[in-house]
């Protein structure tokens, strides 16, 4: 807690073991005490993770709605990583926030997977989905709010009239993929000029 409290780096938590053994010489637990980086990190993770997930759920509940913000990548082992982050207004900072919530690691990422994943993580009503691609998330979409609909009907008995909040998907890939197919079709070479921009900078003798 002391590295957490007051900054220290992980690195430094290996020199620990030596500075133990110099205080407490006799000591059999001092001389088998071992502390790596990466295991401080597990520690400090894993025994924190849990009492700030519960801070954060419950400064969820407090806000009227919110957005659960999801997507998948291919890390190290070829395997899919699904990071959810909830964007909500937090009254305790008075503002809207956007927090990591968890990772989930998956095999093969399909929309049934996806979406039965963060069913198994929320069982909340309400949820708002912001989504960046254009085919998976739209199923994945579609599936969550099918079992809203369903989990509604079971409570209240009769057919819901609203599901999920559809807020339309990311413009990121429209935008990225328009601008990308604009200067591939003219001449205005914007790939070279920005390389000399970087180039000119990089060489400028304010930015050594």
């Not at 690691?105 to 198994?120: E, N, Q, S, V």
């Not at 935008?175 to 900078?201: M, P, R, S």
């Amino acid at each position: 807690m002391a590295t957490t409290h007051l900054g220290f780096s992980y690195a430094s938590s290996k020199n620990i073991p030596e500075l133990f053994t110099s205080m407490f010489p006799d000591s059999k637990i001092a001389a088998d005490y071992a502390m790596k980086d990466r295991k401080l990190s597990y520690m400090i993770s894993h025994g924190t993770g849990h009492y700030f997930v519960r801070e954060l759920v419950k400064d969820v509940n407090k806000a009227p709605s919110y957005s659960l913000l999801f997507d998948e990548t291919t890390i190290v082992g070829v395997r899919k990583q699904l990071d959810l982050h909830i964007r909500y207004w937090s009254e305790s900072k008075q503002c809207v926030v956007t927090r990591y919530w968890k990772s989930i690691m998956l095999g093969h990422a399909t929309a049934d997977i996806i979406g039965r994943h963060k069913l198994d993580s929320l069982k909340s009503d309400g949820i708002d989905l912001c989504r960046d691609n254009p085919n998976v998330n739209k199923a994945v979409e579609t599936m969550i709010d099918k079992e809203l609909r369903s989990e509604r009907e079971k409570k209240t008995g009769r057919a819901p009239a609203n599901g999920l909040v559809s807020i339309g998907s990311c413009p990121l890939h429209v935008i990225h993929n328009a601008f990308k197919h604009g200067f591939t079709q003219n001449e205005w070479q914007v790939e070279d000029i920005l390389y000399e921009f970087w180039f000119f900078f990089s060489r400028s003798s304010a930015r050594r």
